[in-house]
């Protein structure tokens, strides 16, 4: 009997930007792992479309760091950030980026390094 392996769950992704995610989540952890890091990362990115969240995440020196970030055009502009400084073009990220409302700048941190999303705060 020839068994399936089953499919990993960054297939069923319809976002380019969250699949090119999963699939590095995938491949840097374990399936239950990466999909809970992904999840997350999928709450994340949907709620700073329009509003400003608060989460938490692992810096490279290892440090836990708390921000406010969102990715809303218009909050960006407001807050005096560019709109396009968003992304690099590279075709695969690497990165989750979002606009650091405390520092009025770009940010970027590895999707595995997401701790938590604060669900119950948002502007």
Avoid at 80 to 96: A, N
Wanted: net charge positive.
């Amino acid at each position: 009997m020839n068994k399936l392996s089953p499919q990993p769950f960054y297939e069923k992704v319809n976002d380019p930007e969250l699949r090119a995610l999963a699939r590095l989540l995938y491949k840097r952890m374990t399936p239950g792992d990466a999909g809970s890091k992904f999840s997350i990362i999928h709450d994340l990115k949907d709620m700073m479309q329009d509003d400003i969240v608060h989460f938490m995440y692992s810096k490279a020196s290892g440090e836990d760091r708390f921000a406010f970030g969102t990715r809303c055009p218009e909050l960006i502009q407001k807050y005096h950030g560019s709109p396009k400084e968003e992304r690099t073009k590279s075709s695969e990220p690497t990165t989750f980026n979002y606009f650091d409302l405390q520092r009025r700048a770009w940010r970027s941190f590895r999707p595995e390094n997401i701790i938590y999303v604060d669900k119950n705060y948002t502007i």
